[in-house]
């Protein structure tokens, strides 16, 4: 089926609806695929300073 598609447009037999259908699927599928495949990472945001996020009432 790909191998297909892959020869009609080769042949200029789509139109262009087609190739930029296919060319916006491959690119979700390499999104999708890049987030499955990527190394997972810690991103840590603040300054840990002390702050605890707690509100007290002023005396």
């Known amino acids: 089926m790909i ?12 139109s262009k609806t087609e190739v930029t259908l296919t060319g916006v699927c491959l690119v979700l599928a390499g999104i999708v695929l890049g987030m499955k495949l990527a ?5 840590i945001f603040g ?12 005396e």
Not at 3 to 14: L, M, N, P, V, W
Not at 39 to 43: E, I, K, M, Q
Not at 48 to 58: A, M, Q, Y
Request: with cysteine; glycine share 10%; aromatic share 6%.
């Open 39 to 43: 190394p997972f990472r810690v991103s």
């Open 47 to 58: 300054s840990f300073n002390g702050n605890t996020g707690s509100i007290d009432k002023p």
């Open 3 to 14: 191998k297909e598609h892959i020869s009609k447009i080769q042949r200029g037999d789509c």
